[in-house]
């Protein structure tokens, strides 16, 4: 029924870590230690459980302003392509719109004219529809823009891979990939790679290996020779057990290299890789005899004592790089070789033997250095995520890649930042090509404190510069490079979307000045209703002080966290929602959500927390948090709380609180060590128990490294002591849940390999023991995320 999905919505869609929740049940009056929703203990004839009569035109006209905000399209990607006319030049978007009741999300393509003029004005023409790119997994334009690759994986096990070959009105060729081959493209995550060499015939991808030989059976006891799965009744047996890549790679098998042809349309594998790498972010190298650089994955995480596969999903600190290759299709006469090691192995060259973690190669335009980033802080301390650092590879100009290499830093970890200076670089993503025409300085994103900002980083000096508005609270994102101009986005909390074009100021003595203009936008306005609702709200970005901080703690761990803070008119009368993220190592941006938009719209203000260890504050705040989880955190919500309450910003007596994964660890501490602070609480796949967890999640080092800090990871095992595991109980918020009184909502993920759904459900059950109003809602084919959406 739509409020299901309504609250399936609110509750799950998110942000780009999908780590953060949304939700409690809203409502303008005051927020009750009984909601609604739980009232009824003996529902009506005819509507779901849980629901009353009273509740249905809230629940009807909920949903409708719901899909308001769900049918306001969502920027993703885009590509610039300039001309021989250094005044016109044109793009490519891509865009999403979710379809919540047929439970699909569509994807579309919008082309535009880019006419630059000498006052520094631009002008966008844009298409006057958009192109649905129905069943694609992936859209990669050629360096000239001249090809384009759509790629559409297979949809079972029948049928092949499809490469789309389109030219500039045609489809110039269609390479259908056997399963035999290999199997579907990864075309996002960690291992997504697809890259067009220059000239434009081979296209280098990441793929799953073909099907490894698994012993088959029929009525008769064999598998007949030569006779296929489909010639009679049979059933396969599934051989040893393969550690995979847990959370959303569970079903997938071992990445792999191939290089297509588009010509001919023959796909060749890159031989050479051992099984035990999982390879991925290949590009091409400039004229080398080793033509592919790319991205490998041990499978040894780091701990002596467990080399298998751990989760790999927002965890960087999965030791990982460089490797260089040569291409398939080169004549073996031309493959390197050395005596000492004959055969396909000896082509692979190890680049960063020296580092624990390398990826996102970049070469710089004139081939001099290859660029990458490292989570080396992550890795060798053990947090899933940290702060990066930048490095570069002079690249040897005759292609030989004999000895060792030169790894130089380009930006070294920040420890602990100055006031208002950079905090250190926080990078998810890099473009295809980040870099401005003088060939060394590299345009990206990273997160600042509570906001995303577009970086300019030369990387020859190592000076960062901070391109987007110094400001502006709005966070801000890269989308592509036209020359010297950079093609960006900007929201708030409490602002759509909106595309901008930047100029440098070359008539300003302040470095780095960048002007921005607002681009005409090609989506309809919103409904007035919803115009109007984020009208009537406004955010600011808030320093909190730490209250009182042990002597013992590095200086950076002492500086002030921040929260946002989202209002309406009356926000000292309404009803607030503390809004907690995961990770914990991640960050909640200023940037527009549409889940908790859709909260703020119905009289609720927001206190999102980034409390210390949240990324984009520097790595000694960040390292202050592991050993000291359910506790330092805790106290800076606490923390927060109290710095609006004595404001007079919000009424006390009316707050909940909302949480998932580790924000559902922190919701459901919350509870149990301040029972009388919150009214209703929501927690989305919540760590509740670390005992039961580190037994059955795909990261059970998570849970070593944050209830002890930096001696987790030397004391990892797979066979935890009674002294660890009860360690791991008063850690966890089952040991306060005597104390619980708050009514709380469970959203559960039945699949779920993170934060398993027996976590939430051991302690949602203990609560409804002990007479506390729960409520529990359990999606049987989500995972930890709870955003499946089918693609179209």
Request: aromatic share 10%; hydrophobic share 35%.
């Amino acid at each position: 029924p739509p409020p299901l999905l309504a609250l399936r919505l609110f509750c799950g869609a998110g942000d780009s870590e999908n780590l953060l929740l949304g939700g409690a049940r809203a409502s303008n009056s005051r927020v009750s230690r009984r909601p609604k929703a739980m009232a009824s203990a003996h529902p009506s004839q005819g509507l779901p459980s849980g629901m009353d009569p009273s509740m249905v035109d809230e629940y009807a006209s909920q949903s409708k302003l719901l899909q308001e905000f769900v049918k306001i399209p969502s920027i993703g990607k885009a590509w610039v392509f300039t001309s021989k006319d250094e005044n016109a030049s044109r793009a490519m978007v891509s865009v999403s719109q979710s379809d919540l009741l047929a439970n699909k999300k569509r994807s579309f393509l919008l082309n535009t004219h880019i006419s630059k003029s000498s006052s520094k004005s631009v002008s966008f023409q844009w298409s006057p529809f958009p192109v649905e790119m129905s069943g694609v997994s992936a859209v990669v334009p050629s360096p000239s823009g001249k090809k384009l690759l759509l790629v559409r994986n297979a949809e079972d096990d029948d049928s092949p891979t499809k490469l789309e070959i389109w030219g500039p009105c045609q489809l110039e060729n269609e390479i259908h990939v056997a399963r035999s081959v290999h199997g579907s493209l990864y075309a996002d995550g960690w291992f997504e790679g697809i890259s067009w060499n220059q000239e434009e015939t081979l296209i280098a991808y990441v793929a799953e290996e073909p099907p490894q030989p698994k012993p088959e059976f029929n009525d008769s006891g064999y598998k007949k020779e030569g006779s296929s799965q489909k010639d009679f009744r049979s059933w396969k047996g599934q051989g040893d057990i393969e550690d995979s890549w847990g959370e959303t790679y569970s079903n997938k098998r071992i990445p792999a290299l191939f290089v297509a042809n588009i010509s001919s349309g023959e796909v060749r594998a890159l031989k050479g890789i051992p099984r035990s790498l999982s390879a991925g972010q290949v590009i091409w190298a400039p004229s080398s005899s080793y033509s592919l650089v790319f991205v490998a994955w041990s499978d040894d995480n780091g701990f002596q004592e467990t080399p298998r596969k751990l989760g790999i999903k927002y965890c960087y600190n999965r030791p990982c790089a460089l490797y260089a290759a040569a291409d398939p299709f080169k004549e073996e006469a031309d493959k390197p070789s050395t005596d000492s090691n004959k055969g396909d192995t000896a082509a692979l060259v190890k680049l960063t033997a020296d580092l624990s973690s390398a990826f996102f190669p970049r070469f710089s335009p004139d081939g001099k250095y290859l660029v990458f980033i490292s989570a080396k802080s992550a890795v060798d301390s053990g947090a899933h995520n940290a702060t990066n650092s930048m490095h570069k590879i002079d690249w040897p100009t005759d292609g030989k890649l004999e000895g060792s290499l030169s790894v130089s830093d380009v930006v070294p970890t920040v420890m602990s930042p100055q006031d208002g200076c950079f905090p250190g670089m926080y990078c998810s993503g890099l473009l295809r090509f980040p870099w401005l025409s003088d060939g060394r300085t590299m345009i990206l994103s990273s997160a600042w404190g509570s906001k995303e900002v577009i970086l300019s980083i030369n990387v020859a000096s190592g000076e960062v510069s901070r391109v987007s508005p110094q400001d502006s609270d709005y966070s801000w994102n890269v989308l592509a490079l036209d020359n010297n101009n950079i093609l960006a986005v900007s929201s708030s909390l409490v602002t759509l979307p909106q595309m901008y074009y930047g100029f440098e100021d070359s008539h300003t003595d302040k470095p780095c000045q960048w002007d921005w203009q607002e681009i005409s936008s090609p989506f309809p306005k919103p409904s007035d209703k919803v115009s109007s609702l984020l009208a009537d709200h406004k955010f600011s970005v808030i320093k909190i002080p730490v209250s009182n901080p042990s002597d013992k703690l590095p200086d950076g761990a002492k500086l002030p966290f921040e929260a946002i803070f989202v209002s309406g008119k009356d926000s000292a009368s309404s009803p607030t929602i503390v809004v907690l993220h995961g990770g914990p190592h991640s960050v909640y941006p200023s940037s527009y959500s549409r889940s908790l938009a859709f909260l703020y719209a119905q009289g609720y203000n927001l206190l999102v927390v980034n409390y210390r260890g949240s990324l984009g504050f520097g790595e000694e705040a960040l390292q202050s948090l592991p050993g000291n989880i359910g506790s330092q955190d805790v106290n800076d919500v606490l923390t927060a709380l109290d710095f609006v309450k004595k404001r007079g910003l919000i009424d006390a007596s009316r707050v909940a609180v909302v949480g998932g994964s580790h924000g559902g660890f922190l919701t459901t501490h919350l509870i149990g060590q301040a029972p009388e602070t919150f009214v209703a609480a929501a927690a989305r796949n919540p760590v509740c128990n670390l005992q039961l967890m580190v037994g059955t999640t795909d990261i059970p080092d998570w849970c070593f490294l944050e209830v002890y800090g930096k001696e987790g990871k030397n004391c990892f095992t797979e066979s935890p002591l009674a002294d660890t595991l009860t360690q791991f109980y008063q850690k966890s918020p089952i040991s306060h849940i005597s104390k619980v009184k708050t009514p709380t909502l469970f959203l559960l993920g039945a699949k779920d390999l993170r934060v398993p759904v027996s976590n939430g459900l051991q302690y949602a059950r203990a609560l409804k023991e002990r007479g506390v109003d729960t409520k529990i809602i359990v999606f049987p084919e989500d995972i930890h995320g709870l955003d499946k959406f089918v693609q179209t």
